[in-house]
């Protein structure tokens, strides 16, 4: 449950779904297994041991979304053709036209399609109406775009739109490597990546490794810009941003020691406390990093 990666949206002022309807609305689209004429399926899984399409703990809404696609390797569609066209020229006593080799291609892939084993992966998104934010767990930005078009189509629409800060961040994380200190309740850390602004697009890369020294200010002074810096907020989350906003391979410090050690607490009550301290810190962490980032910016938004 504990996010790894933070794909960040905004929800406009005053928006909110009452659990119960977006409960229901989840439900009327669970995930199903796709039909013999699908490659994949998307719907609703539940997102917490109660067995719940939405998972809610003080106003905080949880949902997961599941897809489930069949595996069905090129390579196996292009020999099992071989093999059939072999067969076929032997018994026609001429070889296999292409449009034979296409129709075949096409009769073997169907064949193989409905016998196709699937893979489940599973999308967390967190809700949070109080504040306006709307995250996605998700490494990158088609996942993200998969669930939130997913959920539009489920509720009729869904007015969120992506972060957006009055200062980027790649300029951003390039002054606080300049002066060695990040703001607020941010520390850099080790991890950085520095890329070039032309089109050669060249990449240096450092991994635990102190930035305090003077080549990383002659990359800087070079005319590099970082792509991706290692920040922890206040000793209790660490994390890498992106020039793109996304923060990626979220690290809760000191959430392990904080978790309930009764042993008379179910796996449900559980999952409250770690639902409601995550999206606790999370919901600190993102407000103190839009601050850094000059905040937003003051114009009329429109939906993604």
Known sequence: MWF????????????????????SRLSNRPLQAPNSFEMF?????HSSPAQRYVHTTNGQHLIALGVEQKLLPSSIIKQVTNERAAELAEQQGFPVGRRQMRELKDRVTEELRARALS?????????DPANGWFV???AGGARADELVETLRDTLGSLPVQFLETQLVPHASM????????????????????????????????????PLETKEIQAHLSSGKYPTRLGLTWSDRIAFVLT????????????????????????????????????????????????????????QEKKAA
């Open 41 to 45: 399926s998307r719907g609703w899984v």
């Open 119 to 127: 893979r489940r992966r599973i999308t967390r998104a967190w809700i």
């Open 174 to 209: 390039g002054a606080w490597l300049s002066l060695g200190d990040a703001p607020l309740r941010f520390v850099i850390d080790q991890d950085l990546e520095l890329q070039t602004a032309d089109k050669t697009k060249a990449t240096v890369r450092y991994v635990r490794h």
């Open 243 to 298: 020039d793109k906003l996304q923060v990626k391979r979220v690290e809760f410090l000191e959430m392990v020691k904080e978790k309930s050690d009764d042993e008379t607490v179910s796996p449900e009550e559980q999952f409250d406390i770690d639902f409601l301290l995550m999206t606790g810190e999370l919901t600190q962490m993102l407000s103190d990093l839009r601050e850094a980032l000059g905040g937003e910016p003051q």
């Open 4 to 23: 790894k990666n933070l794909i960040i949206y905004r929800l406009p002022e005053g928006w909110s779904i009452p659990t119960v309807e977006l409960e």
């Open 136 to 138: 996605v767990d998700a």
